[in-house]
């Protein structure tokens, strides 16, 4: 996840935190809809917004990998695979979907087998008596990561007092897989098609940071759950370090045209702000 714009630094930056998170499709009779959980209003970020399931990288995740429980091989390096493994968890954690497979099989565990093992262990895994390893290895599960596809990377201004390297991943939500919130960190579950929830986010009706508008956008231009995962698989990665200048007695914030936004630089006020920013010519 994303830091507020509007929090600044001293001088020295502050090292990002390595984070993931997941935007879970899936599709209606409407179009592709997307998984988005309401922060609790004493969250330590964006409380009571509306934004993806995801968090920060944990121990946990590099021993799923020690453990040889991750779908992803070596060939892919440790800091990533534990980006998709956090992706996962914390899908998990804030959603209750669980992206695993039993050993040896190659689909997803069905929806039965997926709400035995969140009635089992959610509740202790959110109040830290178990690990998401120790779920995993008890169970003989793969942590199905290879199904959470990179879709964006930003990183949190260098001005910011609290930041995050943060990787949006993009998936197909496990048919008949039913999402539920934690009832701590996340109030709500809810689908929702990605223009919708920009135009909720306009009319004042729900709180929706930066990052997450700028990744609603871009997954709206995917008509179906396939299309936006070949799409992200075909795209390269442009990361996104939001710039902020001063220009003409305004700030402003840049980034990469080339991230696929189809902006460049934006007024910071409304970057900062919950409401979907005008875009200047590029």
Request: hydrophobic letters at 40%; charged letters at 30%.
């Amino acid at each position: 996840m994303i830091t507020d714009l509007e929090n600044e630094t001293p001088k020295v930056p502050v090292k990002p935190i390595p984070a993931a998170t997941v935007i879970s499709l899936r599709d209606s009779p409407t179009g592709i809809e997307v998984l988005m959980v309401q922060r609790t209003k004493k969250a330590d970020f964006a409380g009571g917004a509306l934004l993806f399931p995801g968090g920060k990288v944990d121990d946990s995740d590099y021993e799923i990998i020690k453990s040889d429980c991750c779908s992803l091989t070596d060939a892919i390096p440790d800091n990533l695979r534990a980006i998709r493994i956090a992706g996962v968890r914390e899908m998990f954690e804030e959603a209750g979907l669980l992206f695993a497979r039993a050993l040896g099989e190659d689909k997803v565990i069905n929806e039965d087998r997926a709400e035995q093992i969140n009635n089992k262990y959610r509740t202790d895994l959110l109040s830290q008596k178990i690990t998401f390893h120790d779920i995993v290895t008890t169970e003989s599960l793969i942590v199905a990561s290879d199904l959470l596809v990179p879709f964006a990377h930003w990183i949190t201004p260098i001005t910011g007092r609290k930041r995050f390297d943060t990787h949006f991943l993009v998936a197909k939500t496990p048919n008949g897989h039913i999402a539920s919130h934690d009832g701590s960190e996340t109030l709500d579950t809810i689908w929702i098609d990605p223009l919708s929830a920009i135009k909720e986010a306009e009319e004042g009706k729900r709180r929706v940071v930066f990052p997450t508008r700028m990744n609603l956008k871009k997954v709206s231009e995917s008509k179906t759950a396939k299309a936006a995962i070949e799409r992200a698989r075909e795209t390269p990665i442009v990361t996104v370090l939001p710039e902020v200048r001063d220009i003409n007695g305004g700030r402003h914030l840049k980034i990469p045209i080339e991230a696929g936004y189809g902006i460049s630089e934006i007024n910071v006020d409304y970057a900062a702000s919950d409401q979907p920013p005008p875009s200047k010519d590029n």
